[in-house]
């Protein structure tokens, strides 16, 4: 990286290059928080949002939104990828609801993206469920993704909140 300190200005990097640094998974981490931090707008970041959301922790996606704020538009993809994100999912959701709330829609397919996620799954959905249960569309799909991967809390959880929001395609 010691290019990107003598030639900076000069050096473009492309989705490709933020592509390959997000897929490297010894030292991307490091190599995506460089490039945020030494390459500046050179750094084209348009559809990597989702990679890093999915792959790394709040502290890359934090820079990422202090660097770029403007720039990351947070699609369903990008919190599907959070949702998704073994390691760090409920604190990339909670970044994420915290800095962008209003941008962070809780879909369907949302919602199945964290019941598919075996190691911080139950975390991102009681999380979803306690931050944003009343906005959740909660279809008999979601019933089933979450029962068949969570125990009683969540579905606890999930059974009050249908009884005190009012109906929004809930089947419970």
Do not use: C, Y
Request: net charge neutral.
């Amino acid at each position: 990286m010691l290019l990107l300190e003598k030639r900076g200005a000069d050096v473009m990097i492309t989705e490709e290059v933020v592509k390959a640094a997000a897929e490297n998974r010894w030292s991307g981490k490091k190599v995506i928080m460089l490039l945020l931090e030494k390459g500046g707008p050179n750094v084209v970041i348009t559809t990597v949002v989702k990679a890093i959301a999915g792959q790394f922790g709040k502290e890359v996606m934090m820079l990422l939104l202090e660097k770029r704020g403007a720039d990351v538009v947070i699609t369903e993809e990008v919190v599907k990828a959070a949702a998704g994100n073994r390691e760090s999912g409920k604190e990339v959701i909670m970044l994420l609801l915290e800095k962008r709330g209003a941008d962070v829609v809780i879909t369907e397919e949302v919602v199945k993206a964290a019941a598919g996620n075996r190691r911080s799954g139950k975390e991102v959905i009681m999380l979803l469920l306690e931050k944003r249960g009343a906005d959740m569309v909660i279809t008999e799909e979601v019933v089933k993704a979450i029962a068949g991967q969570f125990g009683e809390e969540v579905m606890m959880l999930l059974q009050h909140l249908s009884q005190i929001s009012p109906p929004r395609n809930r089947s419970l």
